[in-house]
C-alpha cells in the first residue's frame, strides 16, 4: 500500500492531488506542523529532513515533491499526468523546477526567516524580501499561463497542482495577494483546477477553501 505523509495546505498538497488524480488505492497520514510532528521520533524514522511531503511504498520512501510529482505519474501511466511528446515532457520539468527552485524559496524567506539569519533583527527585511520576489516571480508565472488552458496547453499534467498549490499560498496570510485581482489568468486556472473530483476531494479531507 502506498502511503502519503501530508501537513494540510502545505507543499504536500501537489503531490496530495497527484496521487488522488491516479484512483489508485493509497493512504495518508496527516501531520500537524505546528505540533511539530514533523520532528517526532515517528516521522523522523520515515523522512529524516522531518518534512513534507514522504510518500512510502512498502519499504521504500521517497521525499521532495518533485521527486514525488514525477514518480506518480510515471507510476500511473494510465492517468494521464505525464505528457508523451518529449517537448511537453520538457515543459513539464521546467514547470516543477522554476515552481520548486523560485516560488517556494521565496516562500521560505517568508515563513522561515530563521533558516537565513540567526539575527532575528533582520527577520522583517528577510520576509518583507520575500513578498517583493514572490510578488515578481507571481508575475512571471501569470504571463506564462496568459495563454489559458493547463501548464503545458491542452494536456493536464503533475505541474497543474504543483501552481495550485502556489495561488493557494498566495491568496493565504503570510502574502495576503488578491489573487483574481492581479493574476487572473492564474486564478482562471485554479478556478478549472477546481472543478475537478480530485482536488476537491483532497481540499475537503485537508479542511482548505477551492478557489471560487
Known amino acids: ?8 495546505g502545505a507543499c504536500s ?3 496530495h492531488i497527484a496521487l488522488e488524480e491516479t484512483g489508485a488505492p493509497y493512504e495518508t497520514v496527516r501531520l500537524d506542523l ?3 510532528d514533523q520532528r517526532a521520533a515517528e516521522y ?43 517537448r ?21 524567506h517568508i515563513r ?11 527577520f522583517p527585511g528577510i520576509q518583507a ?18 495563454n489559458g488552458g493547463w501548464a503545458v496547453g491542452e494536456a493536464y499534467s503533475v505541474a497543474d497542482p504543483y501552481l495550485l498549490l502556489f495561488w493557494t499560498w498566495g491568496r493565504g496570510p503570510a ?9 487572473p489568468h492564474w486564478t482562471a486556472h485554479a478556478r478549472a483546477m477546481a472543478a475537478r473530483p480530485a482536488v476537491q476531494a483532497v481540499f475537503a479531507r485537508e479542511g482548505l477553501k477551492l478557489p471560487e
Not at 500500500?1 to 501537513?7: I, N, S
Not at 510518500?55 to 521525499?63: A, I, K, R
Open 1 to 8: 500500500m502506498t502511503t502519503l505523509y501530508y501537513a494540510p
Open 13 to 15: 498538497l501537489a503531490s
Open 34 to 36: 505546528a505540533k511539530g
Open 44 to 86: 523522523l524514522a520515515v523522512n529524516e529532513r522531518g518534512r513534507v511531503p514522504a510518500l512510502v511504498e512498502e519499504d521504500w520512501v521517497l521525499t521532495e515533491n518533485t521527486a514525488i510529482l514525477r514518480h506518480i505519474a510515471r507510476s500511473h501511466p494510465q492517468a494521464g499526468l505525464w505528457p508523451q511528446a518529449p
Open 88 to 108: 511537453d515532457q520538457a515543459r513539464v520539468d521546467e514547470w516543477l523546477g522554476w515552481l520548486s527552485t523560485g516560488h517556494h524559496i521565496a516562500y521560505a
Open 112 to 122: 522561515r526567516a530563521e533558516r537565513y539569519t540567526s539575527d532575528e533583527t533582520a
Open 129 to 146: 524580501k520575500g513578498v517583493e520576489t514572490c510578488g515578481d516571480l507571481f508575475t512571471m508565472t501569470e504571463v506564462k499561463l496568459s
Open 175 to 183: 502574502l495576503g495577494f488578491d489573487m483574481a485581482e492581479r493574476f
